[in-house]
């Protein structure tokens, strides 16, 4: 059985799964963040502390896994390995 995402104003079950507390890459889902175009929102944290929303969607595929920090440390290490510093 599936947890739903249950709103706390109008308590309303909007039948989606809950990711509260779940890791994501860097990010971790901490609420609901609401329902846009029919798809679902989430704020989540990065361990950088920067907070984002990321569609559920994108969080579960993989496809955003940080605020933008991730890409930027890879950035970083690839043009380390390419300039020879270790």
């Known amino acids: ?3 739903v995402v249950i709103d706390p104003t109008t308590g309303l079950n909007f039948g989606r799964l809950n990711l509260t507390g779940q890791r994501f890459g860097r990010l971790v889902a ?3 963040a609401g329902l846009e175009s029919g798809r679902t929102d989430w704020e989540c944290i990065c361990d950088c502390g ?18 933008g920090c991730l890409q930027s440390d890879l950035t970083v290490e690839r043009n380390k390995r390419r300039a020879g510093v270790r």
Do not use: D, E, P
């Open 50 to 67: 920067v907070v984002v929303v990321a569609r559920a969607n994108n969080l579960r595929t993989g496809r955003t896994r940080s605020c």
């Open 30 to 32: 901490k609420r609901f």
């Open 1 to 3: 059985m599936k947890a």
